[in-house]
């Protein structure tokens, strides 16, 4: 069964660096998203993407934050300058179609370590 | 706003026993759509349930099921007949007409064998 695949597993890298996330997801798949999770906090929405755009985000998806598709399989979240409080678990997810009811499928996510 | 709300950061069941996980949420939508998700030990969250908000009747897979009691806000999760590969983290969400899913913060689930 098709998955969505996220590399690296484990991210550690020096506050002030860029760090860029990558995701792969599953092939058919037309909309593509990020969330992230702190240790213990809910997991929440950063951006949504469809058609090399971004069409949703939340006010955690600011200047910092980009995100891209760059050869049509991966999908990346870059982060510029990282800061302590950007430490969480990362999560990419793929969906055929838009809407609501419509499932997302994860990917196992990527924890990011800032130091 | 829309919340979600888990109560119960861990719960633990005894195999082949009967559990229910809680969910509450916070919402002006008539029109709105409620989940939930498993996530295993270092594994990608997989969907497990859901619930339209307009129909009446409670959703079922095979031995998960769901009470929804819309007045109450309240989304419900109970798993019949636990297995030990039903040891994970239960994530209830909410999404409606946006894109963007509202989760809570999780309810670790123990499997006793």
């Known amino acids: 069964e098709p998955e969505v695949t996220q590399t690296p597993s484990h991210q550690v890298t020096q506050m002030g660096q860029e760090v860029i996330l990558r995701c792969v997801p599953i092939?058919?798949?037309?909309?593509f998203y990020w969330y992230r999770q702190i240790l213990g906090q809910k997991v929440e929405f950063l951006v949504s993407?469809?058609?090399?755009?971004?069409?949703?985000k939340s006010e955690i998806f600011d200047d910092q934050f980009s995100v891209e598709r760059p050869d049509g399989s991966n999908f990346t979240l870059k982060i510029r300058s990282t800061k302590l409080e950007d430490s969480a678990m990362y999560f990419c997810?793929?969906?055929?179609?838009?809407?609501?009811?419509?499932?997302?499928?994860f990917g196992p996510g990527t924890r990011l370590t800032v130091l | 706003a829309q919340t979600v709300t888990q109560s119960q950061p861990e719960m633990s069941v005894q195999e082949a026993e009967t559990v229910t996980l809680s969910c509450t949420y916070d919402?002006?939508?008539?029109?709105?759509?409620l989940f939930w998700y498993k996530q295993p030990p270092s594994r990608q969250m997989i969907l497990v349930i859901r619930?339209?908000?307009?129909?009446?009747q409670n959703a079922t897979e095979n031995r998960f099921s769901v009470n929804f009691q819309k007045a109450a806000k309240s989304f419900s999760l109970k798993i019949s007949d636990s297995q030990l590969g039903d040891a994970a983290m239960y994530f209830c969400?909410?999404?409606?007409?946006?894109?963007?899913?509202?989760f809570g913060t999780g309810t670790s689930l123990t499997v006793i064998p």
């Open positions: 919402t002006s939508e008539s029109d709105y759509y």
């Open positions: 092939s058919n798949h037309l909309y």
């Open positions: 993407f469809y058609n090399n755009e971004i069409s949703e």
């Open positions: 969400a909410y999404r409606s007409g946006g894109i963007q899913f509202y």
């Open positions: 997810a793929s969906s055929l179609r838009q809407g609501a009811y419509n499932e997302q499928f």
């Open positions: 619930q339209e908000a307009y129909k009446q």
